[in-house]
């Protein structure tokens, strides 16, 4: 289905006609034919090699991709208000408005194809994929605004801890759309997260930043959440998108279904700016900006490139390994993002916040093993099925 599980298909088939063309060469006394068919294979090998050594290469360029992302996109963006920003849609406008990016990819994929096919095709996206892209980018660029409002409140600690719940509602919403079953790893897992967002909540009067009321701290920890549920509905949509697409689903479609999706985000988010009168803003909030104005603009492009390195890490990460892999990055993310916060903005680190932390992380280990364990026992499936 994916150009990164399709590769076993063509070794196969290599395997086997050299296989019978060696039992051809024999049957006919050829020495220079076999001499030929050896060549052809050595050169399969090698072409195997350079394929397993690019997937490596992507697999370790996406991940640290995602790892700078999701790490240093909340500090980034946290770094914003805590200075003095005050504008939300520009925040959440900043979270995809980094999309332009992934022309540089599609173009090196474009042409690395074109080599092989003259005639192939310029783009993959179908009418319908389309649509449902866009779709999903308009409730992406709502999600951006409900984290970024949220996040205007809280510490990028706190934020972290309860964006970890959208993992308890993926595993809900992938229920209901994909009809993906509930399983006692993924059922503890949503146990797990629930009591840590509930501890935290519990406890917010240690853990408000200097000015934040507690009526501001209680919006944001609810808009947070709602951004991770938000979230945690789009992924199942993402998925049931690829299983309605009449095509196969390759990188490169992947990566042109993120671009309109994060046109059409970056889209919702500036009428969203429009509308509040950001864009005019700007310069005085620059000029009044706590850091200065040059580090001002430094820090709205670095929040724009860290989100989209996030955007197109997840993306790579999930096409080219899995989202087994995927899952358990986000988990390692999420301590370094809290000691990243203690670090450079001195926000408390509560026991309560600790206790947290410690069931955020049982809750993806318990639903990444039981991934991994279901993912065993379909391929087990799958061999048994195939060598009868």
Same mark, same amino acid.
């Given at each position: 289905?994916?150009?990164?599980?399709?590769?076993?298909?063509?070794?196969?088939?290599?395997?086997?006609?050299?296989?019978?063309?060696?039992?051809?060469?024999?049957?006919?006394?050829?020495?220079?034919?076999?001499?030929?068919?050896?060549?052809?294979?050595?050169?399969?090998?090698?072409?195997?090699?350079?394929?397993?050594?690019?997937?490596?290469?992507?697999?370790?360029?996406?991940?640290?991709?995602?790892?700078?992302?999701?790490?240093?996109?909340?500090?980034?963006?946290?770094?914003?208000?805590?200075?003095?920003?005050?504008?939300?849609?520009?925040?959440?406008?900043?979270?995809?408005?980094?999309?332009?990016?992934?022309?540089?990819?599609?173009?090196?994929?474009?042409?690395?194809?074109?080599?092989?096919?003259?005639?192939?095709?310029?783009?993959?996206?179908?009418?319908?994929?389309?649509?449902?892209?866009?779709?999903?980018?308009?409730?992406?660029?709502?999600?951006?605004?409900?984290?970024?409002?949220?996040?205007?409140?809280?510490?990028?600690?706190?934020?972290?801890?309860?964006?970890? /719940?959208?993992?308890?509602?993926?595993?809900?919403?992938?229920?209901?759309?994909?009809?993906?079953?509930?399983?006692?790893?993924?059922?503890?897992?949503?146990?797990?997260?629930?009591?840590?967002?509930?501890?935290?909540?519990?406890?917010?009067?240690?853990?408000?930043?200097?000015?934040?009321?507690?009526?501001?701290?209680?919006?944001?920890?609810?808009?947070?959440?709602?951004?991770?549920?938000?979230?945690?509905?789009?992924?199942?949509?993402?998925?049931?998108?690829?299983?309605?697409?009449?095509?196969?689903?390759?990188? /490169?479609?992947?990566?042109?279904?993120?671009?309109?999706?994060?046109?059409?985000?970056?889209?919702?988010?500036?009428?969203?700016?429009?509308?509040?009168?950001?864009?005019?803003?700007?310069?005085?909030?620059?000029?009044?900006?706590?850091?200065?104005?040059?580090?001002?603009?430094?820090?709205?492009?670095?929040?724009?490139?860290?989100?989209?390195?996030?955007?197109?890490?997840?993306?790579?990460?999930?096409?080219?390994?899995?989202?087994?892999?995927?899952?358990?990055?986000?988990?390692?993310?999420?301590?370094? /993002?809290?000691?990243?916060?203690?670090?450079?903005?001195?926000?408390?680190?509560?026991?309560?916040?600790?206790?947290?932390?410690?069931?955020?992380?049982?809750?993806?280990?318990?639903?990444?093993?039981?991934?991994?364990?279901?993912?065993?026992?379909?391929?087990?499936?799958?061999?048994?099925?195939?060598?009868?």
């Amino acid at each position: 289905m994916l150009e990164t599980e399709e590769l076993g298909v063509p070794i196969l088939q290599d395997l086997h006609q050299h296989r019978q063309s060696l039992l051809h060469a024999k049957k006919h006394g050829s020495k220079e034919a076999m001499e030929s068919t050896y060549e052809k294979h050595q050169n399969n090998e090698e072409d195997q090699k350079i394929n397993r050594s690019l997937k490596n290469l992507l697999i370790i360029i996406n991940c640290t991709l995602m790892i700078l992302g999701n790490s240093g996109g909340p500090l980034i963006s946290r770094l914003y208000f805590r200075h003095g920003g005050h504008r939300q849609w520009l925040s959440s406008f900043l979270e995809t408005t980094g999309f332009p990016i992934i022309i540089l990819p599609l173009s090196f994929s474009y042409f690395h194809r074109r080599r092989r096919d003259p005639n192939t095709k310029l783009i993959f996206i179908t009418l319908p994929i389309f649509f449902a892209s866009a779709f999903l980018g308009l409730m992406t660029g709502l999600d951006d605004f409900l984290y970024a409002y949220g996040l205007s409140f809280l510490p990028v600690s706190t934020s972290a801890l309860l964006i970890s /719940t959208q993992l308890a509602f993926t595993a809900f919403f992938a229920f209901l759309v994909v009809k993906q079953r509930f399983t006692p790893f993924s059922l503890n897992s949503v146990a797990l997260l629930t009591v840590g967002a509930v501890i935290i909540g519990l406890h917010a009067s240690s853990d408000r930043p200097e000015g934040v009321s507690k009526r501001e701290y209680f919006v944001g920890f609810f808009l947070t959440l709602g951004a991770a549920a938000l979230y945690g509905l789009v992924l199942p949509l993402v998925e049931l998108t690829y299983r309605k697409a009449k095509q196969a689903i390759t990188y /490169t479609l992947v990566m042109e279904m993120q671009f309109v999706m994060g046109f059409f985000a970056t889209a919702f988010c500036a009428v969203g700016m429009i509308v509040n009168k950001d864009f005019q803003i700007i310069p005085r909030e620059a000029k009044e900006y706590g850091l200065g104005e040059t580090k001002y603009y430094l820090v709205l492009i670095s929040n724009s490139i860290l989100w989209q390195c996030f955007f197109l890490g997840i993306v790579g990460v999930i096409f080219s390994a899995n989202t087994l892999l995927a899952a358990i990055i986000t988990a390692v993310c999420i301590p370094v /993002t809290e000691i990243l916060g203690v670090i450079f903005f001195h926000e408390n680190f509560s026991s309560e916040k600790g206790v947290a932390l410690v069931l955020a992380l049982m809750g993806l280990a318990s639903y990444t093993y039981g991934e991994y364990s279901e993912d065993r026992e379909k391929k087990k499936a799958a061999a048994v099925s195939e060598s009868v």
